[in-house]
């Protein structure tokens, strides 16, 4: 913002008032209950610098009735941090409204010639002497009253200046003045106060008072986190408990905590939070300024952080010179306002705490002990006590969103990356430990990784294969969102960064590829990863080939996924090989080599240590898929449990999940009723974990299940919520082997046509897939069962019988395809 007079800026509190609903509404609430009976009532308004609470007293005061009277305390303004000038502001402002102030009137003149003895006692030099009829009558008697016996000589003089006998005799009875002359100058102080509270409190019965106090934040700078102070509200807080009959409404950037020195406060202090503004407020504001583009507009109201303050800068420089308003206003007028009252020793650790995104006691004393900065519980409490640092869950913290912005531009780009390469270490740390911890896997417990790679990328300190060390642990850890986030953080520097950083990139491909599949949606990743073949001879981009594949084995192109698959497993080495050789085992699998599907599985395994059990349990996993399409339930079902007892060591969610998919889709053979119940259980978890293929295949079973128990009508209902799930996964081996089972359906509902219509695109696309053949010769033989001779059928059963390698015989794997038909055929045979 260009140089210019402050007092521009003070043109915010005259522009137009928006939002604030929540906090008029209980304001208006407060008013309504007074008077509240004997107790003061405190409507504290709280919130950080600049987000407009000095506006919002404005606006409280202006739409306060006439009913009301009203005074304000500025407390920005210096002198009135001094209890004797705050009280004569608070005459003036409430004297000028009807309310008499007799014996105050006396009592403060006590207190100023206590304080200026020099001076003489009359109307020139005296507080209030214009202003008090009482006061003015008694200097003009006195003409130059003694120093000493000052109390007790004025109460004297009442006889003379008044001649009304009932306030005469209010200020000569009165106590408080009689003893005047005994107190000690603090003593004297607070009678003062006591005199203009008690008469402000009888004036209020006919007209309630409101007194609104700004900024407490600038008498008391830094409260202790307790709530305590050094004394410097002392006074404040006495005048205050004093005001019965009418409400007192401070703004501070901190709530009040005067519960510490008396619990009692609690019950009188109603503690309302001063959000940002919303959006709509935002663009209101700005419009109503004169700044209408639509882009420049936005841009600003999002970089606001929703900060009155920030959103009136950029007006006053708008209105400065248009042309040179930018989206960002300079940083230097927010560090003012936020830090106005942070002590200089702790705005330093402020500007480094400001590159992390969050930080915790650990980061705090790491970064302290690594500059040489205060690092001890007090300035961490302290700092943590603050409105502009946000607690988070885990204990952790975050500080406001504009005034990061602008004390990173504090920082040499130097200093941040050290603090950034600092902060990666530090996290590393946290995460290390979190993952020996015996805790269950979360979000919060991998979050760690995800700040580790962040601010590894930041201080340009971290590979592409350690991004994917990191999203690996935070998989097992905590699961898909941590992935999903470092995913974030990736994209979100790429972007800071465009034609750079080539190996962040493919990182960034590559974990959102491996994302996308555990959704299934194979589309997205084809979309995102349109070159399957691998582009170099890295660990990152072998994975990216490998999810690439993947997506197109799910969209049919087997051949071209088995390639891929067959290159990174002669080439590649270690995890990358590993997976490359799951994959391949898994293809060869579907495309009916159990024999050459079951060797490389076995491989695998070996290649598998103890220490990664999910890689082990996806082995016995992918065997146990073989045996169920061999028709050997029981070796299924003994496999199927070795897989589940791996997931569970490894506490993998994904795979736990896919286990109940695979035990519904087993019990469809021996337990149709389990199958029914164990479907329903398994879309409950996929649902949670958004993966569409999965969901589509438990419905699948759920339907298979249903048309064994004699219940066609909710077998249809299962079959077209799975077509609508695997549609949407792209999946389509997955949506024709639900046509070859709804075929089934259809026989029992005795349309036998579309029932051999629907085998014959079911059999075209397992071609056209290249997966399945053992299903394609299932296909035939139930079509034979039913007396059906088909050409197209038959052709498909000899090319699949030529290429299918199973572990027996196939005659004996023909035998077990006709009993299991026999469970769906039934009648129909």
């Known amino acids: 913002m260009p140089i210019g007079p402050r007092y521009r800026r003070v043109s915010a509190l005259q522009r137009q008032f928006f939002d604030r609903e929540s906090v008029l509404a209980a304001y208006e609430a407060a008013l309504d209950r007074l008077p509240a009976g004997p107790d003061p009532q405190v409507f504290n308004v709280v919130g950080i610098g600049g987000i407009g609470k000095s506006r919002l007293l404005q606006e409280l005061r202006n739409r306060t009735g006439e009913s009301y009277r009203t005074a304000r305390l500025d407390l920005q303004v210096p002198a009135l941090r001094q209890q004797e000038d705050a009280l004569a502001v608070l005459r003036t402002e409430f004297g000028a409204q009807g309310v008499k102030f007799d014996r105050f009137d006396i009592a403060y003149a006590v207190l100023w010639q206590r304080v200026h003895p020099q001076l003489r006692m009359d109307r020139s030099s005296t507080p209030f002497a214009e202003q008090s009829d009482v006061l003015s009558k008694i200097l003009d008697d006195a003409m130059g009253f003694p120093v ?44 003062v106060s006591y005199l203009l509270a008690e008469e402000l409190r009888e004036a209020s019965g006919d007209r309630p008072f409101v007194l609104y106090v700004d900024a407490y934040e600038a008498l008391v700078p830094t409260p202790l986190p307790g709530g305590k102070s050094f004394g410097a509200d002392a006074w404040l807080r006495d005048l205050l408990g004093q005001l ?58 999002e970089a606001s952080a929703g900060v009155p303050f920030y959103l009136h800068l950029a007006i006053d420089t708008y209105l400065q010179n248009p042309a040179r308003l930018e989206t960002t206003i300079t940083s230097e007028h927010i560090v003012q306002r936020f830090l106005q009252h942070v002590p200089p020793d702790e705005v330093r650790i402020l500007e480094l705490l400001s590159v992390a995104r969050t930080f915790d006691f650990g980061a705090f004393r790491a970064l302290g002990r690594a500059f040489n900065l205060p690092a001890h519980l007090l300035t961490w409490e302290s700092l943590t006590a603050y409105s502009f640092a946000y607690p988070l869950s885990q ?41 020996g911890s015996p805790d269950r896997g979360g979000v919060s417990r ?18 592409a294969e350690r991004i994917h060390e990191y999203a690996d642990r935070g998989m097992a850890m905590g699961g898909r969102q941590v992935v999903d986030g470092i995913v974030k953080d990736l994209r979100d520097y790429l972007a800071a960064r465009p034609g750079g950083e080539g190996s962040v990139r493919e990182a960034a491909d590559c974990l959102e590829a491996e994302s996308l599949l555990s959704l299934g949606n194979a589309r997205a990743v084809i979309e995102l990863a349109p070159e399957v073949d691998r582009r170099a001879g890295t660990a990152v981009s072998a994975r990216l080939s490998l999810a690439a594949a993947n ?94 007892a791996e997931y569970r060591r ?16 087993l019990l469809v053979f021996t337990d149709p009723e389990a199958a029914v119940a164990e479907a329903a259980a398994a879309l409950t978890v996929q649902r949670e974990l958004g993966a569409q293929h999965e ?40 949506r024709a082997r639900a046509d070859m089972y709804r075929a089934f359906l259809l026989l029992q509902q005795g349309d036998r046509s579309e029932a051999l219509s629907t085998w014959r695109r079911a059999v075209a696309e397992f071609e056209a897939c290249d997966v399945y053949p053992s299903l394609v010769m299932t296909i035939h033989r139930a ?24 572990l027996g015989t196939l005659d004996a794997l023909e035998h077990r395809t006709d009993e299991i038909l026999s469970l769906f055929l039934g009648a129909a045979a």
């Open 650 to 665: 490894a506490e993998d969610p994904f795979g736990l999940a896919n286990i109940r998919t695979n035990r519904a889709e």
């Open 551 to 644: 997506a197109r084995r799910i969209a049919g192109e087997s051949r071209t996924a088995a390639r891929i698959f067959q290159q990174v497993w002669e080439e590649q080495s270690g995890s990358v090989r590993v997976s490359a050789g799951f994959c391949l085992a898994d293809i060869r699998m579907w495309q009916g080599d159990f024999a050459e599907a079951f060797e490389l599985a076995e491989a695998v395994y070996g290649m598998s240590r103890a220490d990664k059990p999910v890689v082990r349990a996806d082995v016995k996993r992918l065997l146990h898929l073989g045996h169920r399409f061999l028709l050997s339930f029981d070796a299924a079902a003994d496999l199927l449990a070795e897989a589940e």
């Open 783 to 806: 079509a034979v069962r039913l007396g059906e001779e088909d050409g197209q059928l038959a052709g498909a059963a000899l090319r699949a019988r030529a290429g299918l390698r199973p």
């Open 148 to 191: 000493f016996g000052t109390a007790a000589g004025l109460v004297r003089l009442t006889d003379r200046a008044l001649s009304n006998r009932q306030r005469k005799q209010h200020i000569k009875s009165d106590p408080t003045l009689q003893d005047l002359d005994n107190l000690s100058n603090a003593e004297l102080g607070y009678a």
């Open 244 to 301: 019965q009959g009418g409400l007192t409404v401070v703004a501070s950037r901190e709530p009040l905590q005067w519960a510490a020195y008396d619990e009692d406060w609690a019950a009188v202090i109603q503690h309302v939070p001063v959000e940002g503004l919303p959006m709509d407020a935002r663009i209101d504001l700005l419009s109503a300024a004169g700044i209408t583009e639509g882009g420049r507009q936005r841009s600003i109201a």
């Open 395 to 435: 204990g952790w913290y975050r500080l406001h969103q504009l005034m990061v912005a602008a004390l990173q531009s504090h920082l040499s780009p130097a200093v941040k990356r050290a603090v950034h390469d600092r902060l990666r270490a530090y996290w590393e740390e946290v995460a290390d430990r979190l993952e």
């Open 695 to 734: 969901i589509g295949k438990a419905y699948t079973a759920m339907a298979m299940a249903q048309i064994r128990l004699g219940q066609p009508e909710r077998a249809s209902s299962s079959f077209l919520s799975a077509y609508a799930a695997l549609d949407r996964a792209g999946y389509r081996s997955g």
């Open 446 to 463: 991998s979050s760690p990784l995800r700040e580790a790679v962040y601010h590894g990328l930041h201080a340009e300190a971290i590979t």
